[in-house]
C-alpha cells in the first residue's frame, strides 16, 4: 500500500509540475484585441525598417541598389539592371543563372520530394520568360537579402527580429533562429531545410486530389483569364475549409500580386506565397480575401505570413483549430480536419 501511495504521490506532482510549466506567450505584444480586430502595437513594417531606411532599404528612388551605397558587404557599385523594377534597392546579380536545390534529402534520392529552382541568367526583366520574371519578383528579390550564401550583400543579423525583440512564446528555443535560407547552419548553400519554391512546386503536388486543376470538379478549381488566376472556386470539403479559415495565401490578396503560373497554367510557391514582405504582424482581410467568410476583420500574424498566423495562441483548444496549422493546410489540406471527415472553427 505504501508504494502504491509513494507512485500516486509522485504522479500527482509530477501532474502539478507539467499543469505549473506551461507554455507563455511572448513578452513583447506586436499587437493588441483579439480574434478578427486586433491593432498593431509596433511598427509593422518591422525589421524591413532596414535600420532606418525604411522603404527607400528596398525600393531605393534613384539608381538602383547604388542609391543605397552599393553592395553591402564589398561596397562596390551593383552593375547591370538594378532598380529597373519595383525600383529594388539591393543586388541581386550574384543570384543570376544560380540553380537552387530543395526538398528531401534520402539515400536514394527517389522519394520523388525534389525541387529545382533555376534562376533566369540575365538579371534583365524584359529578356526573362513569364515565369522567370514571377520568379523575379516573388524570390529572387527575396534572396538578394535573405540568402547569405550566393548573394551576401544585405546588412543581415541573420535572427529572427521577433526573436530579438522576445516577442515569440516559451515553446521556441533559445538558440538563434536564421533569416538567411543559404547560411542557416546546415551548411553554406544548403537549401533542402527550406520550404521549396518555383516552378517544381507545384501547389497540386500538395493539396492532392482535392486540387481540380481546371475540370470543376469537388475542391479546388482556379479560374484563368489571359495567363492569370483571376478567382478560385472552393466546393466540398474545401469549402468547408474555407468556410473556416479561407485561403489567403492562394488567393489574391488587396495589396499582392495573384499566384503565378508555371508554362502549363499550373500554380506553384513563391515566398510571397507564404510572406507578404510590407507587413509583419497584421493581416487584413479583404473582398479578393475573405477571412472565415468575411472580408472585413484584421488578426495577428507573425514572420510576414500571408494570413492569420498567432504564435503566441499558447492556451489549448482542442475543439478549435490554430491559426498557424489552418495556414499550412491551405496546400496540405490532406492533414486538414475537413479532409478527415471533421469541421471545426479556427481560433483567431
Known amino acids: ?22 507554455v507563455t506567450a511572448g513578452v513583447t505584444s506586436l499587437t ?22 525604411g522603404c527607400a532599404g528596398c525600393h531605393a528612388p534613384h539608381s538602383g541598389a547604388n542609391g543605397n551605397g552599393g553592395n553591402g558587404v564589398t561596397n562596390a557599385n551593383v552593375t547591370g539592371y538594378s532598380g529597373v523594377n519595383a525600383l ?79 516577442a515569440l512564446p516559451s515553446s521556441y528555443a533559445s538558440g538563434k533562429i536564421p533569416t538567411l535560407l543559404g547560411n542557416n547552419g546546415a551548411g553554406s548553400g544548403v537549401y533542402n531545410n527550406d520550404h521549396p519554391v518555383g516552378e517544381t512546386a507545384l501547389v497540386n503536388k500538395a493539396i492532392g486530389s482535392t486540387y481540380s486543376g481546371f475540370s470543376g470538379t469537388p475542391g479546388l478549381t482556379w479560374n484563368i483569364v489571359n495567363g492569370a488566376i483571376s478567382s478560385i472556386t ?5 469549402q468547408q475549409f474555407v468556410t473556416s479559415y479561407g485561403a489567403p495565401a492562394l488567393a489574391m490578396g488587396a495589396h499582392s500580386y495573384g499566384t503565378p503560373l508555371d508554362s502549363s497554367n499550373r500554380p506553384y510557391v513563391v515566398c510571397t506565397t507564404c510572406h507578404n514582405q510590407h507587413v509583419m504582424n497584421v493581416y487584413a482581410a479583404s473582398a479578393n480575401n475573405p477571412i472565415a467568410g468575411s472580408p ?53
Do not use: W
Open 296 to 348: 472585413t476583420g484584421t488578426y495577428a500574424t507573425f514572420f510576414f505570413i500571408n494570413g492569420p498566423y498567432d504564435v503566441n495562441d499558447v492556451t489549448p483548444h482542442p475543439t478549435t483549430a490554430n491559426s498557424t496549422t489552418q495556414f499550412c493546410r491551405q496546400c496540405h489540406f490532406g492533414e486538414s480536419n475537413e479532409a478527415n471527415g471533421g469541421s471545426l472553427t479556427t481560433s483567431f
Open 88 to 166: 529594388f534597392g539591393q543586388d541581386y546579380s550574384a543570384l543570376n543563372g544560380v540553380t537552387l536545390n530543395f526538398g528531401d534529402v534520402s539515400p536514394t534520392n527517389t522519394t520523388g520530394n525534389s525541387y529545382t529552382l533555376t534562376i533566369a541568367s540575365s538579371g534583365s526583366p524584359a529578356s526573362m520568360t513569364t515565369q522567370q520574371y514571377s520568379d523575379l519578383r516573388g524570390i529572387v528579390m527575396c534572396l538578394a537579402c535573405h540568402d547569405g550564401n550566393v548573394a551576401k550583400g544585405a546588412m543581415m543579423q541573420n535572427q529572427a527580429y521577433e526573436q530579438q525583440i522576445n
Open 32 to 53: 493588441s484585441g483579439s480574434g478578427n480586430s486586433v491593432t498593431t502595437s509596433v511598427d509593422v513594417l518591422g525589421p524591413h525598417n532596414n535600420y532606418g531606411r
Open 234 to 238: 472552393y466546393s466540398g470539403a474545401y
Open 1 to 22: 500500500m505504501k508504494k502504491v501511495l509513494a507512485i500516486l504521490a509522485f504522479a500527482s506532482v509530477a501532474s502539478f509540475a507539467m499543469a505549473s510549466s506551461g
